[in-house]
């Protein structure tokens, strides 16, 4: 595996691999890397010719300085794993390479609802801070294709709508959320809980597979509050749980039958948000 400090040094590397018409998977992460990133550097290398990962902890999408902090770095660690995984180039910029100076930080884009519904709602400014290191990353890179997790559904759909923006011919590959034994979605927020906490945190996914058991049957308000309920109880603070058109995230009150549905949901345990979503297969 080769490692680029320097987006200029990289994009030299890459454009010579373009030349020879092979294709390029990329896997942009903020490192902490657990199984649920190299399953995506797996679906990489068996779609495209060369692999490269990003490991950026992006300033400009935490609206929560705090949170930035806590963000746990495991760079060794990370390295590791992905010379393991078979990943052919990591990028590993610094903040100035990625935003050079302040101007390079305010940066507008238009992604329409997806900024202020569900997730972005509870997270002003988090998407605009995506769109910026992704557009910047896309261009860095210019990929064949591009993977990205299920268990950040929206963050996906606001990238769809920015290679949009961009006219990018980018094609994205969503991957299945990888999940724990117990049903506790993947993240490399995961790290911040002890075992106690990771098993209680399971109740998230076990919270949208009640309700999707029940969604046909009985109305979506009466589950989503006794789940928020049984959630609180537990000692969870929740942000959000709602359930949403799977293509533009319009919210739902009522389920049907012939619309792709999704419900999603945030919550605090402790001091580490958690979030989840689940698509209706009811």
């Known amino acids: 595996m080769i490692i680029f400090k320097h987006s200029n040094d990289l994009q030299l590397h890459l454009q010579n691999i373009k030349k020879n018409n092979r294709t390029i998977g990329f896997v942009p992460t903020m490192g902490a890397l657990h199984a649920g990133h190299l399953s995506l550097i797996s679906q990489s ?3 495209a010719a060369i ?4 490991i950026f902890v992006n300033p400009v999408q935490f609206n929560n300085s705090k949170d930035f902090e806590r963000y746990p770095i495991t760079t060794e660690h990370d390295i590791l794993l992905l010379e393991e995984s078979g990943c052919d180039i990591l990028f590993l910029p610094g903040e100035k390479d990625i935003y050079p100076d302040e101007s390079s930080k305010n940066k507008h884009f238009d992604i329409g609802d997806l900024e202020t519904t569900i997730e972005g709602k509870f997270r002003p400014g988090h998407f605009q801070g995506v769109c910026m290191v992704v557009e910047k990353l896309i261009n860095i890179v210019d990929p064949t294709y591009l993977f990205l997790g299920r ?9 769809k709508k920015l290679l949009a923006l961009m006219n990018k011919d980018v094609i994205i590959k969503i991957c299945p959320t990888l999940r724990e034994p117990n049903g506790l979605a ?5 790290v911040r809980l002890t075992q106690e906490e990771k098993d209680k945190a399971a109740e998230l996914h076990k919270s949208l597979v009640n309700i999707n058991n029940e969604v046909a049957k009985q109305d979506f308000t009466v589950l989503k509050n006794k789940e928020k309920s049984r959630l609180e109880k537990l000692g969870f603070k929740i942000d959000y749980l709602e359930f949403a058109d799977a293509g533009d995230l319009h919210v739902l009150e009522k389920y049907n039958d ?9 919550a605090y345990l402790e001091q580490v948000r958690l979030i989840d979503n689940m698509l209706v297969t009811a």
């Open 151 to 159: 268990k950040d559904y929206q963050q996906s759909l606001v990238i």
């Open 45 to 47: 290398k068996s779609q």
């Open 186 to 190: 993947m993240s490399s927020r995961n």
């Open 258 to 266: 012939h619309d792709k549905l999704i419900m999603l949901i945030a």
């Open 51 to 54: 692999t490269v990962c990003s």
